[in-house]
């Protein structure tokens, strides 16, 4: 058990105190635990690097409680009304969940077919990423700022545009991973 998979498992401990903190009405300190759980996200990768304490359970373990903290977030904000704020669309939660599930589902099938191991996250899956972290953190804003509701929802927006660019994205690649050379 190495620190960043210790800090990752601390990542993924905030998660019901984020989700408590949405159902509280609580946007600020919400989105205090949505920060300190990236910043941990990015202190556990420091370490893992700069240390070389890098290992095959946190391989794992730490894109589990990324996809975990943000398939909770745009769950819980996505309930009608309940959250201050701009909402995140139904729809869009629906893209999102239903994305990653077609990725593990095709990373699955190409394991289990091919004997396919690696599925590297693409530059466009890289941005998406980053954008739903982004809109997150303007829907909880929005909260504390009724002014943001706008640029959250476009946020949204955005990132159903891009989830829809990378799952076609990751079905091109795994396309190309599956025929033969």
């Given at each position: 058990?190495?620190?960043?998979?210790?800090?990752?498992?601390?990542?993924?401990?905030?998660?019901?105190?984020f989700?408590i903190?949405?159902?509280?009405?609580?946007?600020?300190?919400?989105?205090?635990?949505?920060?300190?759980?990236?910043?941990?996200?990015?202190?556990?990768?420091?370490?893992?690097?700069?240390?070389?304490?890098?290992?095959?359970?946190?391989?794992?373990?730490?894109?589990?409680?990324?996809?975990?903290?943000?398939?909770?977030?745009?769950?819980?904000?996505?309930?009608?009304?309940?959250?201050?704020?701009?909402?995140?669309?139904?729809?869009?939660?629906?893209?999102v969940?239903?994305?990653?599930?077609?990725?593990?589902?095709?990373?699955?099938?190409?394991?289990?077919a091919?004997?396919?191991?690696?599925?590297?996250?693409?530059?466009?899956?890289?941005?998406?990423?980053?954008?739903?972290?982004a809109?997150i953190?303007?829907?909880?804003?929005?909260?504390?700022?009724?002014?943001?509701?706008?640029?959250?929802?476009?946020?949204?927006?955005?990132?159903?545009?891009?989830?829809?660019?990378?799952?076609?994205?990751?079905?091109?690649?795994?396309?190309?991973?599956?025929?033969?050379?």
């Open positions: 058990m190495t620190i960043p998979n210790l800090i990752s498992l601390l990542r993924m401990g905030l998660i019901p105190l989700i903190a949405v159902l509280d009405g609580r946007p600020g300190r919400a989105l205090a635990v949505f920060v300190i759980a990236g910043l941990s996200d990015a202190l556990d990768g420091f370490i893992a690097r700069f240390w070389n304490q890098r290992s095959a359970l946190g391989a794992y373990l730490d894109p589990m409680a990324d996809k975990l903290l943000l398939t909770s977030a745009y769950v819980v904000l996505a309930i009608p009304g309940l959250s201050a704020g701009a909402s995140v669309p139904v729809w869009v939660t629906v893209l969940i239903t994305r990653d599930v077609v990725i593990v589902g095709v990373a699955l099938m190409l394991y289990l091919q004997g396919v191991s690696r599925f590297p996250p693409s530059g466009i899956s890289k941005v998406n990423t980053a954008v739903q972290i809109a953190g303007l829907v909880l804003l929005s909260g504390l700022q009724p002014a943001l509701e706008l640029p959250a929802l476009a946020a949204c927006f955005l990132v159903a545009l891009l989830t829809v660019a990378s799952g076609v994205d990751y079905i091109r690649l795994a396309n190309r991973m599956a025929s033969p050379d």
